[in-house]
């Protein structure tokens, strides 16, 4: 160990008159590990939350929309669905039908969004299938309907046919119904009457109720058969786009460009981050400005580390004078009140490293933190901690205590050793 070393650390270590200089430089390396923890936790619940709503986002919805400049019908679709299908990385494409309508039950109204899909290939794909939680996603097709017979107004029994309809959890709950409940769907793309636009209903029946985990999803989304939304909604042929599956949800910008190019200004395409980019840029926005608040703790205990080292100097102030006489340089004695205070930073940052960790793999395991999903879109504390940030947060904690340092380990190598020991 060099001189310069063990002096630093033998400053570290308070006599009984230097009392209050020891407290000092443990609340500084209290304020740096205090800082470091609160950095790791806050950010690693950002990018837990980031990539949560992510995966629920990719997971319910089309990793790449194709929608036409006006009606899209079946040629214009097959075009789209051929472009798409050309593109490498692309898993699957196939068109749908997205529309608002309202549902009713026995005993509540409800306002939804009705997506019609192809079951065969939702199920295949692992899309909507992996947040069933009860019935499935096959019930939609066309081979399974329910037929009951019920009496009708008149009191005679008629044979009623049901097709399938899949509900979220929460829009289930909100309508009071549970698996092969029926289910009225009003759609206002009714037919024209000398009276006006009458609309249309039909009956389902529940054939399965997923929970994706965003609220939004949860509470307003159906799914029938893209044949079954063709007649309740009056469109033929025709369909609302085409929706594309890619196997990085991360290559869906490039894809989408490349589709886009080879569509030129027949039909209108964006990617899920296009869809999403005001959410997206909000969190990576907040994440920011968080992250950029609690690093004033770090500049607090900066200065308190400051001010411990100022004090360190005018408390050796003779030693340092002694020290010169023997024949250390101003480096040296630099280097002494340097080293110090890298030392309670590094040991600030090591002691807010472990903290930090320690917490988060706690929240992960435990998650004993939950909240309102109505609210947040999420029902528990999200905690993903990346590397790149860890090393960020302990570079940048280190890079400020090192400029705290700098100061009082300048101005102690500027002490003049006669002016100090004259009065010795």
Known sequence: MSYEWFISLRYLKAKRKQTFISLITVISVLGVAIGVTALIVVLAVMTGAQKDIKNKIVGANPHIVITAYGEMGKEAAARAVEMAMSQKGVISARPYIYNQVILTSDEKVAGAVIRGVDPDQESSNMDLAQFMVEGSIERI?????????????????????RAGIVLGNELARLLGVHGDSPVTVLSPMGKLTPGGMMPTSKEFFVAGIFRAGMYEFDSGLAMISIQEAQQLLNMRDYVSGVEVKVEDVYNAPYIADRIRDKAGLTFAVRDWQEMNKNLFYALALEKT???????????????????????????KTKDIAILKAMGASRGSIMKIFFLEGLTIGATGIVMGLVGGVTLCELLKRYQFIQLPQDVYNLDRLPVSMELPDVAAICAAALLVTVMAAIYPAWSASRVDPAEA???E
């Open 141 to 161: 097709g066309q081979g399974h309907v329910m037929e009951t017979v019920e009496p009708n107004e008149f009191g005679e029994e008629m044979n009623v046919r």
């Open 289 to 315: 400005v968080i992250g950029l608040i609690l690093i004033l703790i770090i500049f607090v205990a900066a200065f308190n580390i400051v001010s411990t080292l100022i004090m360190v100097v005018l408390e």
């Open 421 to 423: 020991i004259r009065y």
